[in-house]
């Protein structure tokens, strides 16, 4: 039997009751800490780091992604063709995950060209688009196609859309929806009063006019004004226009100048649909 210096305290054992006590207290300081630090990691990575899958930008942050490229392609088109706005498309009800349900944003820009080779016209946006989207025209069911990446996981498309006419839009794919998407606005009252000056010859627009735009690159904003009128057969488009550039397309049914503003008219079922349109510059 050893003797006990005075003063000293034998260590506690693991299984005494102080033991597990400091131990727990240990334990819990430590998850305090990782939690804090995961935190503020987890804050740092939402504000720094790009998106990697697109369900972590919701439609009100993916939607403005799409504007901006909405009017860097039409910065892009030039003198390829005469352009116009097409009304957004978004599609709700599509599915994020197999338990949450999103939204699906399109807009477009609808390009009238003198015919010929839509390849061609393609691959001019392509050219002038920024370098970061990789823009290239390849093809697909035998006919051109124009893909390009916006970032944030917005795709861009390009294809013909029947003759003399190209398509081109920018796409979310499906998101959460967020606070929503809110479309752009911008004064069209110049290119509203071209368009009145223009359906009065065929009696008035029969609906409302619809204004659509983008933010250009450079500043300002692409304007298009959108409307319709009841017009006979017998009735020249080009006509209600007036002088300006020379058309690119001037048809009994389609009719489309470049300009400030552009117009582009087309007759379909009895009636006149006509957009006027203020390019962002290329």
Do not use: H
């Not at 003198?79 to 957004?88: I, N, Q, R, S």
């Not at 015919?115 to 970061?132: I, Y």
């Amino acid at each position: 039997m050893s003797a006990v210096q005075p003063g000293y305290a034998p260590p506690t054992r693991p299984d005494q009751p102080g033991s597990g006590r400091r131990r727990q207290r240990w334990l819990v300081a430590a998850t305090v800490v990782w939690a804090v630090l995961l935190a503020g990691l987890t804050w740092w990575s939402v504000r720094n780091d790009p998106p990697t899958v697109k369900e972590q930008r919701p439609l009100d942050q993916a939607g403005p992604v799409v504007d901006r490229a909405i009017g860097a392609l039409s910065a892009a088109i030039g003198t390829a063709g005469v352009p116009a706005l097409l009304p957004d498309r978004l599609e709700r009800d599509c599915r994020v995950t197999p338990l949450e349900r999103g939204a699906d944003l399109e807009r477009g820009i609808e390009v009238a060209t003198a015919g010929g080779d839509a390849r061609d016209v393609l691959r001019q946006v392509a050219d002038r688009l920024p370098s970061r989207w990789r823009a290239g025209v390849s093809s697909f069911d035998g006919e051109p196609l124009l893909r390009a990446d916006a970032g944030d996981f917005v795709a861009i498309e390009g294809r013909p859309g029947g003759p003399g006419r190209v398509l081109l839009t920018a796409a979310t794919g499906c998101r959460p929806v967020g606070a929503g998407y809110r479309a752009p606005a911008a004064d069209a009252a110049a290119e509203s009063a071209a368009l009145a000056r223009a359906l009065d010859r065929w009696g008035g627009a029969t609906g409302a006019v619809q204004v659509l735009t983008a933010p250009c690159p450079g500043g300002g904003a692409a304007r298009t004004a959108r409307a319709e009128a009841a017009a006979a057969a017998d009735q020249p488009l080009a006509a209600a226009f007036g002088a300006g550039a020379a058309p690119v397309v001037d048809s009994v049914d389609r009719y489309a100048r470049p300009g400030d503003p552009a117009v582009l008219a087309e007759r379909v079922d009895e009636r006149i649909r006509v957009a006027v349109t203020t390019p962002c510059p290329s």
